[in-house]
Structures are given as C-alpha cells and as structure tokens.
C-alpha cells in the first residue's frame, strides 16, 4: 500500500465509501504537490482570491475571520486528513483565513485538477462532498456552543469532537490525543477570554473527567465528560460507509 493510501484523508473518506483502487490513485495523484508552511504565516488570507486547496497531511491549521475592531473568532481547527480552502476554490474567494499553529505539510490542490477528479470518480467527489458536509455540521455545534451550552459543557463538547475528530485518522483516542492549542486558542474558538478558559479547565480537571496539560489532552472519565456536554456524536457520522 502506499503512503497515500495510508494517509489521514485516506482514513477519513474510507469512513463514508469504500475506496476502489481507481480512487486510491485519483486521490495519490492530488497528493503529488507537497508543501511545508511555518507556523503563525497565513497560507491563505481573508478576502483572497484564485486560491488553492490543500489537503493537510500533518500538523493543525485554524481558520478565523477578524472582524473590524481587530479581534479574531476562530472558526474551527484543521487536523490531518482535513481539506483547507475548498470552499474558496468553489466560490473564487476565501472567505476567512488560515494559520498553521504548528509547522505543517500539506499537498496543493489544483482547481482543474480537482474538478478532473471529481469527473473521473463520482463516488470519490460524493465523499468529498459528505466530508465537507460534515464541517457545515461540526459549525452548526460550535454555534449551538457558543449561543446556548455554558463554559463547562462547551469546553467539554469541544474536546470530545476533537477527540473523536482525531481518532478517525489514527492519532486520538477515549483516553486522549496531542494538542497543541493554546489557552488564548481556546479563548478565541469558544467565546471565553484566556482567564475563563483556564478557570473551566481547572475545574474539570479537579472533577476528574479531563486534563489539557503540557500539550495533550488526557480523558480521565470519558462517560462523565460525555454526560456533562450532552455530546451525541451523530453529527460526525463516523458509523462506516454508506457506499461500498
């Protein structure tokens, strides 16, 4: 097998269609285009236009928007396996911005090269399109957190996603993963200044369900932290492949 074929977006699809060999070499082809970025550099920026896509292939991205007085909301965070810009290649423009967090490799994505092979494989486009489906709804729970769960549920909630987000690609677990978000990351995802973040942290900590420390994050209850965040991850839909 090679090493595409092993790769965390590999993983990630495999979990909505069951990949021919046909797909497999489609999907190497778009990993021929290899890149390095440096942490704290945009590689895309707001507003921009004519843009790639990538695919990250390791390290953590996050995507944000600022907003006029200068603050920054994070949008989500980008693990391996993830597309970065597919939306800005649709619809021409980039819509907000993204930073590596951590020195990162990724593969360009042309446009004609995606259209080509989204023509060439259906049923590969139909994944891509069910894994892009599956960021609008991992939106939707974050703006659900942010309007309506408070902090301890919403940190809880995150966590779990990121949790289960990372499993999918083989680099998370019930027990924990590597994090290399901040407090001040943190802060700006989930609508809590730094202070508050590292208050709730504290607090589930000293509960007994979880530990964001030294970069990693250690499931000490994964049920409670589940109860506490009410976290039903259907909206992931990580149950195994619709086609086959």
């Not at 790639?52 to 600022?66: D, N």
């Not at 998370?172 to 508050?196: M, R």
């Not at 420390?213 to 209850?221: A, C, I, N, Q, S």
Request: glycine content about 8%; some cysteine; hydrophobic content about 45%.
């Amino acid at each position: 097998m090679t090493v595409e074929a092993q790769s965390p977006l590999i993983r990630k699809l495999s979990t909505f269609v069951a990949l021919s060999e046909a797909e497999l070499a489609v999907l190497a082809r778009l990993h021929r285009r290899r890149r390095t970025f440096v942490a704290g550099r945009d590689m895309v920026h707001q507003g921009q236009s004519g843009q790639l896509a990538y695919i990250l292939s390791s390290g953590w991205v996050c995507s944000y928007k600022i907003q006029p007085d200068g603050t920054r909301q994070i949008v989500d965070f980008q693990v391996p396996g993830d597309f970065l810009g597919l939306r800005s290649v649709l619809l021409r423009t980039s819509d907000h911005s993204f930073e590596p967090i951590v020195d990162i490799e990724a593969a360009e994505v042309l446009t004609d090269d995606l259209l080509e092979a989204f023509a060439q494989t259906p049923r590969l486009a139909t994944a891509i399109l069910w894994a892009a489906s599956r960021d609008e709804a991992m939106v939707v729970e974050h703006l659900v957190g942010i309007g309506r769960r408070d902090a301890d549920a919403r940190m809880a909630h995150f966590l779990l996603e990121l949790g289960s987000r990372l499993a999918l690609v083989g680099i998370g677990s019930k027990e924990g993963f590597d994090c290399p978000l901040t407090q001040y990351h943190l802060a700006d995802t989930l609508g809590l200044s730094a202070v508050h973040v590292n208050r709730v942290l504290r607090q589930l900590r000293e509960s007994g369900l979880v530990t964001f420390r030294d970069g990693h994050v250690t499931f000490h209850d994964y049920g409670g932290l589940v109860e506490l965040a009410e976290f039903d991850s259907a909206y992931l839909d990580q149950s195994g492949p619709l086609l086959k």
